[in-house]
C-alpha cells in the first residue's frame, strides 16, 4: 500500500518562503507523473504543480514563477520550493500522482501552509 506524508508546512509571512517534502513508500515511485495539490478552506482541491517521471514540469498560473517542483527518486521524496508566497497560498499541501484520469494513491495527511502576517 502507498502512504503518502508531506511536511515541511508552517506560518510564514507574506514574502517569505517555505520547502515542502513529500516522502513516498510502498511504490515504485520513479516512474510516475506527480504533483502537489492544496486544498484552501472552502475551496476544491487544486493541482498546483506538476513533476513528470522524466522531469518536465508544469505550474498553475497562480504560482507561476514562485514555486518549483523537484524530484528524488532515489530517496522517493517530492519537494515544492516556495518563494514570494502571499496569503491566498495558505491551505493545506498534499502530494499525489498526476494523470488524465484522476487515479490518484490514498491521500496523505497533508502539511498546513499559513501566509500571515
Known amino acids: 500500500q502507498v502512504r503518502l506524508v508531506e511536511s515541511g508546512g508552517g506560518l510564514v509571512q507574506p514574502g517569505g518562503s517555505l520547502r515542502l517534502s513529500c516522502k513516498a513508500s510502498?511504490?515504485?515511485?520513479?516512474?510516475?507523473?506527480v504533483g502537489w495539490y492544496r486544498q484552501a478552506p472552502g475551496k476544491e482541491r487544486e493541482l498546483v504543480a506538476a513533476i513528470t517521471s522524466s522531469g518536465s514540469t508544469n505550474y498553475a498560473d497562480s504560482v507561476q514563477g514562485r514555486f518549483a517542483i523537484s524530484r528524488d527518486n532515489v530517496r522517493r521524496t517530492l519537494y515544492l520550493q516556495m518563494n514570494s508566497l502571499k496569503p491566498e497560498d495558505t491551505a493545506v499541501y498534499y502530494c499525489?500522482?498526476?494523470?488524465?484520469?484522476?487515479?490518484?494513491?490514498?491521500w496523505g495527511q497533508g502539511t498546513q501552509v499559513t501566509v500571515s502576517s
Open positions: 499525489n500522482r498526476n494523470n488524465q484520469i484522476g487515479e490518484v494513491w490514498n
Open positions: 510502498g511504490t515504485n515511485f520513479r516512474i510516475f507523473d
